[in-house]
């Protein structure tokens, strides 16, 4: 006799598996669920071993490049609609994509914008980036920039006007 039973693993990841009517074992190593099941036949405690893993594998058809930001602000001493760079901009977050029906969420590194307010996110991420963009004290926004395989996102965001422009731009193009 065996019974149907959902695990829940990590919080994120739904399996269904056969329990047998003697022992059944479920381990998990390394985000994969592994499932061993040992059967009678004939009552005696003999029986067979059989071992099961599931996983879920995504694969890539081409290259993935990331977002290459620029941070500005409209420039008010000027008297102009002139737009200057914010330097010293704390920019960090994570790009998310799916995955089968798993979302796979992956932490970027942190970056400061130079000096003309440009920044490299440059992870080779895929599907959404979701970023932070701060100074540690006097401003402090969030935005999300779609991204493409084969192809470098061109990103600007003003945060005087909360404005977001970007650009993709293949590998093999002059932008």
């Known amino acids: ?7 829940r693993l990590s919080g994120i990841l739904n399996k269904t598996v056969v329990v047998s009517s003697i022992v059944g074992l479920i381990a998990l190593v390394s985000g994969i669920i592994i499932g061993m099941q040992v059967s009678s036949t004939n009552g005696s405690g003999t029986g067979s071993l059989t071992a099961t893993s599931s996983s879920v594998n995504c694969t890539l058809s ?11 602000q409209n420039n008010f001493s000027s008297g102009s609609s002139a737009v200057r760079p914010v330097a010293g901009a704390i920019i960090t977050g994570n790009n998310a994509y ?20 440009s920044a490299s996110l440059l992870d080779g991420g895929i599907g959404l980036y979701y970023l932070n963009i701060y100074d540690g004290g006097s401003f402090n926004y969030t935005i999300s ?3 493409r395989l084969v192809s470098v996102t061109f990103v600007t965001y003003n945060i005087t006007t909360g404005n977001v ?11």
């Open 1 to 7: 006799m065996s019974f149907w039973r959902t695990i």
């Open 62 to 72: 081409s290259s993935t490049y990331g977002v290459i930001i620029l941070v500005v």
């Open 98 to 117: 799916d995955c089968g029906n798993e979302r796979i969420v992956n932490k970027l590194s942190r970056v400061v914008t130079n000096s003309s307010g």
């Open 145 to 147: 920039i779609p991204t």
């Open 165 to 175: 422009t970007s650009v993709f731009c293949n590998y093999d193009e002059a932008c």
